[in-house]
């Protein structure tokens, strides 16, 4: 088993711990990337959209005669060639882009992160964490006495502290998230992964379903 560092809310180091058999898992490049990929696919927001010939409004009269003017045949001013007229392959806010992966290669994906965090030595404890009232400061001066440099960090509470996420809201490098709600695309997005120790207690429960 794995031992990770485990420090107090002051950055103190406390002790160690073992992470369990649920960061032993061997790194699948494939699994991992379709857990990316799609999660990615299903968090974009479409907002570019452009209307085709069939949408513009006008052009429904022939602009001129077919033959006899001189002049190119068109049967339309709508068409793409025309300025104002409809666009040909342009972006659209109703495509599809969603992309369906089973739970299990969820889970697994997310598990092979982890392992690869605990394996290079990425992954720190925290006995508990929370604050009575939302402090930049307070939030800034742990970070500076933990080993992680300037590197981007994810901060994995029990719960949702509401106090805590509003404290690292104004620090780029941190993000805070819980152990109900992680993901693969967090976990790869960052460095370091900071887990609350009764955070890790929920994320065994979580694979153990």
Request: proline share 2%; net charge positive.
């Amino acid at each position: 088993m794995t031992e990770v560092a485990v420090y107090n809310q002051e950055g103190l180091k406390t002790g160690e711990a073992k992470l369990s058999a649920l960061f032993e898992a061997k790194l699948n490049r494939d699994v991992v990337q379709q857990a990316v990929v799609a999660q990615k696919a299903n968090e974009r927001h479409l907002i570019a959209h452009t209307k085709t010939r069939g949408e513009v409004s006008g052009g429904g009269r022939k602009p001129w005669a077919q033959k006899g003017t001189g002049r190119a045949r068109h049967g339309s001013i709508r068409s793409p060639l025309w300025k104002g007229g409809g666009v040909a392959f342009g972006p659209r806010n109703d495509r599809v882009y969603k992309q369906k992966v089973n739970k299990k290669v969820k889970k697994l994906a997310l598990q092979q992160v982890l392992s690869e965090k605990a394996r290079a030595n990425l992954i720190l404890v925290i006995d508990s964490f929370s604050m009575e009232k939302p402090k930049t400061r307070v939030m800034e001066q742990l970070l500076q006495k933990l080993p992680l440099g300037s590197a981007r960090t994810l901060l994995v509470l029990a719960k949702n502290e509401k106090a805590v996420v509003a404290a690292s809201r104004n620090i780029a490098r941190i993000a805070v998230t819980t152990a109900q709600d992680l993901n693969t695309v967090d976990i790869v997005s960052v460095k370091f992964v900071i887990f609350e120790k009764d955070a890790l207690s929920v994320l065994e429960k979580m694979f153990a379903k």
